[in-house]
């Protein structure tokens, strides 16, 4: 078995490196990909964490991208098998964690205006080493017991709409595939569910556009994926020639219920195979 989407305490996972990777071999994944948000400084500490222990470490970071989608809609963009020493991936995302910073501040700010007493001084503590989240936020406002847990504070404070919301800067689509691309990468939809299209006519619609612009596959294996919409995405990706990819969107205690590799309820088993394809389709794209 295999995670090819992990988050660690370098975005707003809460396991460390070192975490993930004893969590991986005392359920025996063969590979992990870690897709902090925006950042990608967590992969060498991953990498050598990872020394001897069984667990292959793919290199990867998660994208999100600037794009209009009604109904709370978001679009992220996973980059796998990226090169974590590229110049240019390395100047975009630490631009990105700048802004996710600014953000933070911001937030905190309108909070503080609803009454709250919450700091950005404890954001960063909270955050540590890692690049600005909401959920950083939301810990602090259930510790503070504002909320009753972390998706409390998501509906009544932090998600969009909420009067704690405040945008952040993102990739638009075309650079954020680019991008992935300029580094070596597969550019690979994230959990394409939450696009949140009412039909899959226009899912199907959108990631013919993306395909249009160089995206490689699709997340196929994700927790709680509707079954009709699964069966539909991988009818897609076969009809498209897109790769097919999955992970658990690990958090740790930030997405509880959550577990690595297994999913929510064990409803993830993603095979060696997976990997090995994705292998293949960058062996073959980088050959034209
Ligand atoms: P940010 O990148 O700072 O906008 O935060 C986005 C992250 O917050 C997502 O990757 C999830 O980890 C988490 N998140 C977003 N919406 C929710 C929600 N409704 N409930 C719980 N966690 C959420
Ligand atoms: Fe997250
Ligand atoms: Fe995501
Ligand atoms: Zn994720």
Redesign the pocket.
């Known amino acids: 078995m295999i995670d090819l989407h992990t988050?660690s305490t370098f975005?707003?996972g809460t396991f460390t490196p070192a975490q993930l990777i004893s969590s991986a071999q005392a359920i025996r994944l063969r590979a992990i990909a870690l897709t902090d948000?925006?950042t990608i400084e967590g992969i060498p500490v991953l990498q050598a964490a990872a020394e001897n222990s069984g667990v292959e470490v793919i290199p990867g970071v998660?994208i999100?991208v600037d794009v209009k989608l009604r109904n709370k809609g978001?679009m992220?963009i996973l980059g796998l098998l990226i090169d974590p020493s590229h110049a240019e991936l390395k100047e975009t995302l630490t631009f990105l964690s700048r802004e996710?910073a600014l953000?933070?501040d911001r937030i905190v700010e309108s909070l503080q205006r609803l009454g709250m007493d919450v700091s950005r001084q404890e954001l960063q503590e909270e955050a540590g080493e890692g690049?600005?989240?909401?959920?950083?936020?939301?810990r602090i406002l259930l510790r503070k017991g504002y909320v009753r847990d972390?998706?409390d504070?998501?509906?009544r404070f932090?998600?969009k709409g909420c009067p704690g919301y405040v945008d952040?800067k993102k990739l638009n689509e075309a650079d954020a595939i680019r991008l992935i691309h300029n580094a070596g990468g597969l550019a690979i939809l994230a959990h394409p569910q939450y696009m949140n299209f009412a039909t899959f006519a226009e899912t199907r619609e959108k990631i013919l556009q993306l395909k249009m612009l160089g995206l490689d596959g699709v997340e196929v294996f994700y927790s709680g994926m509707p079954n009709d919409f699964q069966k539909a995405l991988q009818s897609l990706a076969i009809e498209e020639n897109l790769v097919v990819s999955g992970g658990s969107?690990f958090?740790g205690e930030?997405?509880p219920g959550i577990s690595l590799g297994s999913g929510r309820d064990n409803d993830l088993n993603i095979p060696l195979e997976i990997l090995e394809a994705l292998k293949q389709r960058k062996a073959e794209r980088h050959l034209c």
């Open positions: 988050h975005s707003d948000h925006d998660e999100s978001h992220h996710r953000r933070g690049a600005i989240g909401r959920p950083h936020i939301a972390i998706q504070a998501f509906d932090l998600g952040k969107d958090h930030n997405k």
